[in-house]
């Protein structure tokens, strides 16, 4: 059992306190070696229950729901596998019932130390997959760049930026740490987006969002420039399940590891495809951004002339002290000498 927790790709432990029972998942996408699936499990107490299932996905009768059908058998117990097919909610799915099913993702040029990420949309279709649903985008940011939570708190400057209002903010948002003194690896933004009006004459053209960043000040380089990677935003729709969705009962959810867990438990996500940029420097969902630096050749020169304008101007101040010290004396031996004269 231990060799074979070790090869998979996740394991998941969850402890039921009420019932005392732990559950242990596991899932693997290919098979832990070249002979295939083989497992052995030892069960001649009969105290451990195990079930193996060979089963695919069906056509679900739901939209929202994922259905899974095959056969099912219980070891020392079953003679033979039982069929099977059974239906539960999904949270996650394609978004393919509205035209607003792609984008891409790009920076404005120049991007200067002050880069603005733009979400395009080539339709501007917002019809929702259902009711109460909104539209949303969540960024993963490295050390390098950060939002300003001040900046995005102004309703009218969102509404600029086609942006509705920020509900989360995570990780290092200090405005003006460098990026050597930053801790941990970076932040995270979830973004409500506000698109078109359905209703408006401009249904029918594409559309886009503009998220501002910032970057932080990086470590010198002897080019005078550095590269730092961003990966692509996640845009989904976030949509209320109906009151009588079940969500709890779906064995493959894994719930609160990211993004999810910032929305309530019966909510669902219909994302959209990211339509790849062809213009990308990197050949892949990363932008790439060039950043100036200080240049490491150039680096002398700066610290001579900064030493040198120090000195100059603790030598302009200190003639300044004794220009003033001068002529406070010259006025106390004035004064004096008056007093002289009028006695």
């Not at 229950?49 to 994922?66: D, R, W």
């Not at 079953?78 to 949270?91: E, H, N, Q, V």
């Not at 969102?158 to 690896?185: H, I, M």
């Not at 420097?281 to 150039?298: H, N, Y």
């Amino acid at each position: 059992m231990a060799d074979s927790l070790s090869s998979a790709d996740y394991v998941d432990m969850d402890f039921d306190a009420i019932s005392q029972a732990l559950s242990i998942s596991t899932f693997r996408g290919e098979p832990p070696n070249q002979i295939g699936w083989t497992e052995r499990f030892n069960n001649s107490g009969g105290a451990i229950k195990v079930e193996v299932g060979i089963l695919a996905t069906e056509k679900p009768t739901e939209p929202e729901e994922l259905s899974l059908g095959g056969f099912l058998t219980i070891v020392g117990e079953d003679d033979k596998p039982s069929p099977t097919l059974f239906s539960f909610p999904a949270r996650h799915h394609k978004n393919s019932k509205t035209s607003l099913s792609q984008y891409e993702a790009s920076f404005l040029s120049p991007t200067g130390l002050h880069p603005t990420l733009r979400l395009n949309f080539p339709s501007s279709s917002s019809k929702t997959p259902s009711e109460n649903c909104a539209l949303h985008s969540y960024l993963t940011l490295p050390s390098t760049l950060f939002p300003d939570k001040y900046q995005l708190s102004s309703p009218l400057f969102l509404a600029s930026k086609n942006l509705r209002w920020v509900r989360s903010v995570s990780g290092e948002t200090d405005l003006e740490a460098p990026d050597w003194a930053v801790e941990r690896w970076g932040s995270a933004m979830l973004i409500e987006l506000a698109p078109p009006d359905p209703e408006s004459n401009a249904v029918h053209e594409s559309w886009h969002a503009d998220i501002p960043l910032h970057l932080r000040y990086l470590r010198p380089s002897k080019s005078g420039a550095a590269s730092t990677d961003i990966p692509w935003p996640v845009v989904f729709w976030a949509c209320t399940a109906e009151e009588g969705s079940k969500m709890s009962v779906n064995p493959f959810d894994r719930v609160n590891l990211g993004y999810d867990g910032l929305f309530g438990p019966k909510t669902m996500f219909y994302h959209l495809d990211p339509a790849f940029n062809r213009h990308n420097d990197t050949g892949s969902l990363v932008e790439r951004l060039s950043v100036p630096v200080l240049a490491m050749d150039s680096n002398a020169w700066i610290e001579s002339g900064t030493v040198i304008v120090v000195v100059l101007g603790c030598l302009w101040v200190l003639g300044k002290l004794l220009l003033v010290a001068s002529g406070r004396n010259k006025v106390t031996e004035a004064r004096q000498h008056d007093k002289k004269k009028a006695q």
